[in-house]
């Protein structure tokens, strides 16, 4: 009896401790992996790596030189090398660790063992990142950060950058307009698509930038963020108006380069490399990013004149995206489905627009609209998207490179609380100011609340 109640009051405590740990691992991931599953992963990191590597294939022959000293010390047969190990740094969602590869290697070879490494350290994913010739570094991942998504504490910040979302590495997905000027996002209903974009105005509406929206949707979409805004085009009749104005000032901008650098009025504009960037500040143009919503609806056409007009704004769309980026006017494209049903020009609009996002879509052709041409191995992932699991995309662009995000979530009031206490840096463009949304003026209570994604300044 005494054997039984002393077991009884030592099994007591430990299945409680194995009940927290059972819970934490499914409610607090992060909690589990800091106190739990860190110290074992690196227990087996450390213990096992030299063997790992060489049931990974990951190991090359000894030299000369090391065989014979290994015989004359301990007279045995020497061992193959794996990679020189550097420090493993722990961090809030897994392992870091550089490793430095043996003669022969090469970073693909370390990347396609990832699979095997992950499940013989016990993490969720391993991801094989190149840092100089030689070296890579191992991102080990100890939970599936995107179940629940909480930003890292820092970004990469800079003008024009706006951290908004979360790789499956645990590493900020950046939105830089200045490396991928043009961006194309696509998504079914509640897949997403509209919490992407409005991280992307929250983002930007911190930033000395002018915002122009077009949404055909009456509105719904952009209209809260109206404070913010320097135009906003409601219906294709007003989106007819306002895109002749943003090539107007895309012009007037090129001509502002060419008096600049010297370059003669009759040089086509095609033909100017410069930027905007190039210019002193003081005479610097604000930057100006149009961000259309349902592009679909702009390419709609039920008479004869509708047609006409379509194709005239689909035209100045592209004459945007491909000239735009030097006169600092950047394009960012939301739509269900984008393809060459939509009609002429939509095919050639698409291959300008660099960034691409894809959230979960009804069929494959509409993953293969976003994906297909740059990371065909992408599409079967867009497939893949539960609609349990609203804000998880794909994202990629022309690199061929591409990987899993999830967008945090922002509610709408919080977004448009943000562009309020903003609209003081709504700059002043006399060309948009008949596109100006009516604002009703109202005090403000308070400051931005804490929210995601984290303020960006210059």
Known sequence: MTDLATLLEVGGPVAALGGGAAYARA???????????????TARLLSSYSSVMEACGLTVSPSRLRVLAVKATTRREARPVPPRRGIVRPTSTGLRLCLR??????????????????HAWGVHAVYVTTVKPGVVELRLVGFDVLRKVRMPGKAAEGF????VALREDATHFVRDYRTVPHGLTLGATLSGKSMYLRHLVAGLARQPVALVGIDCKRGVELAPFAPRLSALATDPEQAAALLPVLIKEME????????RQGIAPTTPDEEITSDIWGLPEDERPVPVVLFVDEVA?????????????????????IRLAQLGR?????LEVCGQRFGAELGKGAT???AQLTGRVCHRVNDEASAKMALGDIAPEAVSAACA????????????????GWSRIRTPYLSLADAAQICHVSAHLTPDMPALKPFRPDVPVRPVDSPAPVVHPRPVTD
């Open 27 to 41: 409610n607090h991931p992060g909690v589990y992996w800091s106190t739990v599953g860190l110290p074992i992963s």
């Open 101 to 118: 590869l043996a003669p022969g290697q090469e970073p693909a070879d370390v990347a396609a063992s990832a699979e095997r490494l992950r």
């Open 160 to 163: 024009l950058k706006v951290p």
């Open 252 to 259: 007037d901008r090129y001509d502002l380069i060419k008096v």
């Open 297 to 317: 609806e702009l390419f709609l056409v039920a008479t004869r004149k509708d047609e006409e007009r379509r194709d005239e704004m689909v035209t100045q769309l």
């Open 326 to 330: 030097a006169a600092g006017i950047y």
């Open 348 to 350: 050639m609009l698409r």
């Open 385 to 400: 998207i539960a609609p349990e699991r609203p804000g998880l995309a794909v994202a990629g662009d022309t690199s061929g």
